[in-house]
């Protein structure tokens, strides 16, 4: 945990993971521990089967634990019921896709406005005004009433971001977020990531993309399971990290991610 920060938001406790396939034991995570404060912007990377993305979900609750603990703001996710689950997920905890994961048939309006619609937030007006300014700060107030098809793959995932903080969420995670855009497009998505850093939010990021994890704050490195590196790049602040325009680089063409 970085020295700004004054208590773990995040707190993995000697997290293992195994598979049983077939007659074989698979080791995905083996006793890892580390912690995340709040308002940490976090890589986490390593080579494809190294546990990252088991690793996320064990955060998120999506897949339980072999042994070991997860606390999130205080809450051992690991001892919560389906239901509590769900909704521990609902308003603590915001996730972002490689691949956008926007329901096809509904407007980025509509997608934006469901995570609230689904855990009874606000009124039915203020969920429509609030996720009008959420597409509009990502720079999507031109296109709020198109079908994700309509916008490019860039737009498409800057939409599941406004998403993603629907319900102010305190911490966001990232499944490989810019893996599946373009260069222009990765950097809209991750100048978005520091300013919810800025405003605040905890963000871990998996990241296979080796430049973009040098400009975050701190690594986390996995390899065959096993934390093997925790490093902080710079004791500058993010914004010395961060080059290039927001929002620069996206396109308009839906057929170009």
């Known amino acids: 945990m970085s020295e700004h920060t004054q208590y773990p938001l995040v707190d993995i406790q000697q997290v293992a993971k195994t598979y049983t396939v077939g007659s074989t034991q698979i080791a ?54 389906e239901a509590a ?3 521990w997920r609902g ?18 309006l509509n997608n934006v406005m469901l995570p609230m619609e689904m ?14 300014s959420l597409l509009e700060m990502v720079g999507l107030k031109e296109h709020i009433n198109k079908l994700p098809s309509r916008v490019s793959g860039g737009q498409q995932q800057r939409a599941a971001v406004a998403r993603a903080i629907a319900n102010d969420p305190p911490l966001i995670l990232g499944d490989e977020p810019t893996g599946n855009l ?23 990021m998996v990241t296979q993309d080796e430049m973009l994890a040098s400009r975050m704050p701190r690594q986390i490195e996995l390899s065959e399971g096993v934390l ?21 680089g996206d396109t308009d063409n839906p057929d170009v991610a």
């Open 119 to 132: 855990m009874g937030k606000y009124s039915a007006a203020e969920r429509r005004e609030r996720a009008a």
């Open 228 to 248: 093997v590196r925790d490093s902080t790049v710079s004791d500058q602040p993010v914004e010395a990290l961060v080059s290039g325009n927001h929002h620069a």
């Open 182 to 204: 373009d260069s222009g497009s990765a950097q809209v998505v991750f100048d978005l990531f520091t300013d919810l850093v800025h405003e605040g939010k905890t963000i871990v």
């Open 85 to 87: 689950l769900a909704r």
């Open 28 to 81: 995905a995570l083996k006793g890892v521990s580390f912690q995340v404060g709040a308002g940490e912007f976090v890589a986490l990377v390593g080579s494809s089967g190294a546990g990252k993305s088991t690793l996320l979900n064990m955060i998120s609750g999506v897949d339980k634990l072999s042994s070991g603990a997860v606390y999130v703001n205080g809450q051992n996710i690991q001892g919560l019921g």
């Open 91 to 108: 308003h603590s905890l915001g996730i972002v896709f490689q691949f956008f994961a926007l329901l096809p048939t509904m407007t980025l």
